[in-house]
């Protein structure tokens, strides 16, 4: 039975990620969105074309900028970037560690390491570079929180699903075998739907952007504004509002200071999540 789903799986999976890869040519969202989502569906398969069509996939030509202003669908975006590069890495961890015979401990380790450094490193901050002026120091500033945050919550969910599966699977451990990305593909998927909560809390603030839309014949990529944030002239605006300088100066320190208190909770929170979910984890399979 396990051989037929696997099977129904990876073919429903192959056929999916083919649709994304010659539909998403068409629509008007940033190349590394496109790639995003081409991974996010081989990792997902039909559930990630799903999400395609239904959170990015331009329902009618003009439509794709009010089509994906709504928060659930920059979270999406939000979310299915996190996941695409940090699973490369992730993916590439869990496979060495099965091939070194790492302990469930260390494997995991290395797992969270080259999940996180790859999508941080390359997925957020040297892709994503143009967003902070162009500059990749400033981008590898500007993203480590937000990526450390959703990268715990993503890890927690994943590491309890794998947990499970090596109980119950035979075989899971080899990556030569189909029981292992079967296994690995399944925790992606729940690792997305958790980490979903944790991207909307930083799309809300301005911390991780979401979808984003790029035309041919209009202005690129890196003259577009920061999602969720003003433009130049409307925060020119903004600002002549603001009476008197001073006042404004000092609301906005205190809102930084705000921000600044909630995301120091935000990372002893993640942080908790991911060391409980690993300590059950380390409890489930030893078994």
Avoid at 152 to 170: D, E, F, K, Q, T
Avoid at 216 to 241: F, K
Avoid at 269 to 285: G, P
Wanted: with cysteine; charged share 15%.
């Amino acid at each position: 039975m396990l051989d037929g789903i696997m099977l129904l799986w990876f073919t429903l999976t192959g056929a999916s990620v083919l649709f994304v890869i010659i539909d998403i040519r068409s629509t008007p969202e940033s190349p590394v969105l496109k790639w995003g989502f081409v991974l996010l569906t081989a990792y997902t398969g039909p559930i990630g074309a799903f999400l395609y069509v239904l959170g990015c996939r331009e329902p009618l030509p003009g439509l794709h900028e009010r089509y994906t202003a709504v928060r659930w669908r920059q979270v999406l975006g939000s979310t299915m970037h996190c996941v695409a590069g940090d699973g490369i890495g992730i993916l590439a961890g869990a496979a060495l560690g099965s091939v070194l015979a790492l302990p469930n401990l260390a494997n995991i380790a290395v797992e969270y390491a080259l999940g996180f450094g790859f999508g941080w490193t390359i997925f957020q901050a040297l892709f994503m570079r143009d967003t902070a002026g162009g500059s990749y120091k400033q981008a590898l500033k500007g993203t480590f929180v937000a990526e450390f945050l959703s990268m715990n919550v993503l890890m927690a969910g994943m590491v309890l699903i794998v947990a499970l599966g090596r109980s119950l699977i035979p075989s899971p451990l080899n990556p030569l075998m189909p029981e292992f990305w079967f296994v690995m593909s399944m925790a992606l998927l729940v690792g997305f739907t958790v980490a979903y909560p944790i991207n909307w809390w930083l799309v809300a603030r301005n911390l991780k952007h979401g979808m984003m839309t790029v035309r041919r014949d209009e202005v690129g990529a890196d003259d577009l504004p920061t999602l969720g944030e003003p433009s130049t002239a409307s925060a020119m605006e903004g600002a002549r509002a603001e009476s008197p300088e001073m006042g404004h100066a000092h609301r906005a320190g205190e809102k930084g200071d705000n921000l600044a208190a909630q995301i120091i909770g935000m990372v002893v929170l993640t942080t908790a999540i991911f060391a409980i979910a690993v300590w059950v984890a380390l409890m489930v399979e030893a078994g």
